[in-house]
């Protein structure tokens, strides 16, 4: 790995790739075709022929600091396995796709054993670089692809993407929880909240909420802010609109102008994450989702958080969480370039 870019941001090199590429005759990885990310070290994004920039930011800070269970930031290196042995085809092109690396966040003070208060400026630390790795990909108009870490991370995403754009972005989010907490310091409970506060969100719309997760305090700042939502029940326990439907609905209030797609991995029934459910959508759902938010041409970013196998007791965990999500960023990439 090399350093460049951020101060906590490793780059990928060619040889970390073939690593972890099984080789077969007859067949091509994606892997194998990949762009590394270090090979663009010195140079300008706008150089690089992908269209898609893959970051790690294996974290689990943000979920700490909202008082909720770590475990988010093993999630990238199950992915990396995984994605790199994809097979390529005339659908999917490893040379569409810049593996630019991964943070390493855990050396910052406090990251391990800090209190809230100091956990709380960790996030605040992560954003600016978060921010900064991303508002330099969007302005090379490339569409960043974020795996692991907490949902704090939205805020990153979308501030680096507004400053890229020069203006507000619209962001779609499929979650059982909103995410909309008060400005009480940062986590991964209220990074939409802030980023509207400050300007760089616009249109919020989200598919899927749980009623028992999200408080009636939250739900009137939501509304008094004119962010969009479906919930859980309303979609499967009470069939008032259907799930294809909801997400069009969601897809129709942010499409207009450019925006982000989130798939928290909480949503995703018994899938191994910082706040797992007995309830929730399928693994398809959650593809189907993707390919529709992936479809339209102002998706600008994917950000697939929470993911965190490292909780699980089984041993398979690991690789079948890496394989559903090397789904959904297959399944997005395919929607942008082949639909």
Known sequence: MEKSFNMHLDLIQSKDIWKLCSQRKG?????????????????DLQNCPAQFVIVGIPEDVGPRANEGRGGASSAWKE???????VQETELLSGQDILLLGAFNFNRLEGYEFGSLKQLRKVVEQIDEEVTA????????NKIPIV???GHNNCYGLLKGT????????NCVNLDPHADYRPLEGRHSGNGFSYAKSEGFLEKYSIVGLHENYNSQEMIDRMEQDLVDYSTYETIFLRNEIDFEDAVNISLTFV???????????????NFPSSAQTPSGISALQARQYLHQAGRLPNARYLHLPEAAPSLSTDENAGPQVGKLLSYFVSDFIKAKTQF
Do not use: H, W
């Open 79 to 85: 992915f990396l396995s995984k994605f790199l042995n």
């Open 147 to 149: 795996i692991g870490g």
């Open 255 to 269: 499409g207009a102008q450019p925006y982000g797609v989130e798939l928290d991995c909480d949503a995703i029934e």
């Open 133 to 140: 790795i991303i508002e330099r990909i969007v302005a090379a």
């Open 162 to 169: 507004s400053k890229a754009l020069q203006q507000a972005i």
């Open 27 to 43: 067949e091509t990885k994606l892997g194998e075709k990949m762009l590394a990310g270090s090979d663009y070290a010195d140079s």
